[in-house]
C-alpha cells in the first residue's frame, strides 16, 4: 500500500539524500520522476523544490529545470566565514551556562557517530557530523542559531560533495569530542577556540572541485522510504 506523503515528507526526504551525500551537487532534480518516485503531483514537488531553492540547496534554472546546488570556492569562504562567526558563540554560551542533560545529548549523539564510523555507514556519518553542530546550536535554545546553521550545515555538505567525493565526513574525528569536553568543563574560553579549530581543519580539508554525472535513478532512492544509495559516477578536474 502507498503511503500519501505530505509536503514536508517530500521535503525531508530530498533534504536527507542531499545531505546523506544520496543526491550529489549538480544532479538534475526532474519534477516528473520525482513525482513518480514520491507518488505525488508535479505540482508539490515543484513548491517543494521552490523551498530549498529558497534555502540555497537546490538551484532553479530558467528552461533547464532545478538541480542540486552546486557551491563555488567563493560560496565556501563565505559559509565558512559565518560559521565561525556563529558556532564560537554557540559554543562559548553552551560552556557558560550547560546543563547535565545538554552533555547527556551531546555525548549520545557522539555515540551515533561512532557507531557509524564503526560500521562504515558512510550516508550516516556524513548526516551525523554535520547535525553534531546543528544540536549544539539546538541546545543554546536560540532558534535564530539554530535555523541559520541548519541551512549551513546542509550547503557545507554540498561543498564537501563537491570537491571531494571520496570523503565520508570533513569533521576530524574526536574533535567533537573534545569540543563536548570543554563544553561539559564550563570552559568557555577553550570550547571557542576548539570550534575554530575545528572549522579550520574542516575548511582545509576540503579538495579542489570535481564534476558529476547526472546519471540518478529517483526511485532507487526514494522508491522505499529513501534508504537506497546510488554511486554517482565522478569525474576529477575541468
Aim: aromatic share 4%; proline share 3%; with cysteine.
Amino acid at each position: 500500500m502507498t503511503v500519501k506523503l505530505t509536503n514536508q515528507d517530500i521535503y525531508d526526504r530530498i533534504y536527507a539524500a542531499i545531505s546523506e551525500r544520496r543526491l550529489l551537487p549538480g544532479t538534475k532534480l526532474s519534477e516528473e520522476r520525482l513525482a513518480q518516485a514520491f507518488h505525488a503531483s508535479r505540482t508539490r514537488v515543484r513548491e517543494v523544490l521552490l523551498r530549498l531553492s529558497q534555502e540555497l540547496i537546490v538551484e532553479a534554472h530558467p528552461n533547464r529545470g532545478a538541480f542540486v546546488a552546486s557551491p563555488t570556492q567563493e560560496d565556501m569562504h563565505h559559509v565558512f566565514a559565518v560559521r565561525r562567526a556563529l558556532e564560537r558563540a554557540v559554543a562559548a554560551e553552551l560552556a557558560e551556562r550547560y546543563g547535565g542533560q545538554t552533555i547527556a545529548l551531546l555525548r549520545g549523539h557522539l555515540d551515533s557517530e561512532a557507531r557509524a564510523r564503526a560500521t562504515g555507514d558512510r550516508p550516516a556519518l556524513a548526516r551525523l557530523t554535520g547535525d553534531f553542530h546543528v544540536r549544539l546550536a539546538e541546545t543554546t535554545g536560540n532558534r535564530i542559531f539554530t535555523e541559520n546553521l541548519r541551512r549551513l550545515v546542509a550547503l557545507t555538505g554540498l561543498i564537501i560533495a563537491q570537491y571531494d567525493a571520496h570523503a565520508i565526513s570533513a569533521c576530524p574525528e574526536h574533535e567533537h569530542e573534545d569540543i563536548v569536553k570543554a563544553i561539559e568543563a564550563g570552559d568557555a574560553k577553550r570550547a571557542e577556540r576548539l570550534m575554530l579549530l575545528h572549522l579550520a581543519h574542516v575548511e582545509q580539508g576540503i579538495q579542489p572541485p570535481g564534476s558529476v554525472s547526472n546519471e540518478v535513478n529517483f526511485e532507487r532512492i526514494f522508491g522505499s522510504g529513501g534508504e537506497g544509495e546510488t554511486t554517482p559516477k565522478r569525474r576529477r578536474g575541468g
